[in-house]
């Protein structure tokens, strides 16, 4: 007589990762709790917060060792990495990062939102106009 609902099954890490692998992603460990994902001279850092779904930490172009993050320049995007190498973003690229990000949020079950399902999107703007708005103490 009572009706209940099956409780739904939330994957594991692992299950996530298998899921990933499926879509022609190569998972390596990159540390604890951390995992480097690449495709395609495309790559993102995963990390598997305890308690919680995973999230991507970084994602961008591969440039040696290090992942550029896309980063609009006004006029142009870059890929800018943390040892501030800088390479401008060619449409190819920009086409198979947007694939790769959408690819990666399926594969892990993460929620992928309209705004960035139309096109590539970035976190970074650098205009020319804006040079400082990153580091208040410079004037």
Do not use: W
């Amino acid at each position: 007589m009572f009706f209940r609902r099956e409780k739904p099954h939330e994957p594991s890490f692992d299950e996530r990762l298998a899921n990933v692998k499926k879509l022609g992603f190569e998972v390596r460990p990159k540390g604890s709790g951390k995992v480097l994902a690449t495709r395609h001279g495309i790559a993102a850092v995963i990390v598997d917060p305890p308690g919680q779904r995973p999230h991507v930490e970084h994602i961008g172009l591969l440039i040696g060792d290090e992942i550029g993050a896309l980063t609009h320049g006004g006029y142009q995007m870059f890929f800018v990495t943390p040892g501030k190498k800088r390479r401008p973003a060619l449409a190819d690229q920009l086409k198979a990062l947007h694939a790769f990000e959408e690819d990666l949020k399926e594969g892990l079950g993460i929620v992928s939102l309209y705004n960035e399902g139309l096109g590539t999107t970035c976190e970074r703007h650098m205009y020319d106009r804006l040079e400082y708005r990153d580091n208040p103490a410079v004037p």
